[in-house]
């Protein structure tokens, strides 16, 4: 059974007991050019097995309880890359969008975006934002991508925003900044996963990883399937979540 999407209350974590599995997790899906290095396979080759797991990926999420998905696609770092792979990205990700998006729409997954939609093709941005329109009433399941999305940026464009709508000093607090931020309709993840074995967070969701659990595996994005999700869900499960207060378990242990 579906607990109905509940309005955000952004930036109050919810107590999660050891029975809880994560609301949200966020995916930083890395290793493409690894994987596909491994094989004698251009980078480009790993983006699309990357962006094909994103299917199966999003089916398992649904089968393990988790609302909201969160795949990080492409950072505002990743401009520094080859024109050549840049280009390639895009049109992997357009074409799946386009491919991708009535099967996620039956399945009631509503789609999107976080980053900046500035810079990218328009075609690429009409795509985005006709899936955006498409499923925006689907409760199954909240699937946000983000690309040329950066955690930096984002703050940037959350204090612009904050002047440009001439907020007083008085009333900027933290659920101000976070109704300002991209994420503003999301609650904060649970859970974040990186793939491919590195153990850093590069500019993803500076403000919202606060209290989120972190998982790094060193499976490469193309190899994490539903039995990998399924295991950082169960790990995930065995943390102990205290958001700076005292263990709900310590202090059943000390009575
Ligand atoms: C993640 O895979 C996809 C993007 C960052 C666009 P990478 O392309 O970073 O793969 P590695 O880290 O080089 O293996
Ligand atoms: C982070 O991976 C961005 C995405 C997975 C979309 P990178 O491969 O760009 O990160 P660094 O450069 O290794 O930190
Ligand atoms: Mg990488």
């Known amino acids: 059974m579906h607990r109905p999407l509940a309005a955000p209350r952004v930036h109050e974590p919810e107590p999660a007991g050891p029975e809880s599995g994560p609301r949200h997790v966020a995916i930083i899906m890395d ?7 491994q094989r004698g396979m251009p980078r480009i080759a790993g983006h699309e097995r990357g962006t094909e797991n994103i299917r199966r990926i999003t089916e398992a999420a649904v089968g393990l309880g988790i609302r909201y998905l969160t795949l990080w696609a492409f950072s505002t770092e990743n401009w520094r890359r080859p024109r050549d792979e840049i280009a390639g990205i895009m049109r992997i990700l357009g074409e799946a969008i386009e491919r991708e998006t009535g099967a996620l729409h039956e399945r009631g997954a509503q789609l999107r975006h976080i980053g900046s939609l500035d ?21 199954r399941l909240v699937l946000t991508l983000a690309f040329n999305y950066g955690g930096r940026q984002e703050l940037v464009s959350a204090v612009r925003s904050l002047v440009e709508a001439g907020t007083p ?29 590195e153990h850093r ?8 990883a606060a209290y989120a659990e972190l998982l790094f595996t060193p499976v490469l994005w193309p190899d994490f399937g539903p039995p990998d999700l399924q295991a950082a869900v169960l790990e995930y499960a065995q943390r102990d979540r205290r958001f700076g207060g005292v263990s709900a378990r310590s202090t059943t242990a000390v009575g």
């Open 119 to 139: 810079g990218l093709a328009p075609d690429l941005q009409q795509a985005v934002l006709s899936a955006i329109e498409l499923t925006r009433q689907n409760q």
């Open 201 to 208: 967070i590069s500019n993803f969701l500076l403000w919202q």
């Open 31 to 37: 290793g493409n050019g690894r994987w596909a290095a």
């Open 169 to 197: 000093a008085d009333r900027i607090d933290e659920a101000e900044i976070g109704r300002h931020l991209y994420t503003r309709d999301l609650p904060d993840p649970d859970l974040i996963v990186r793939t491919s074995g």
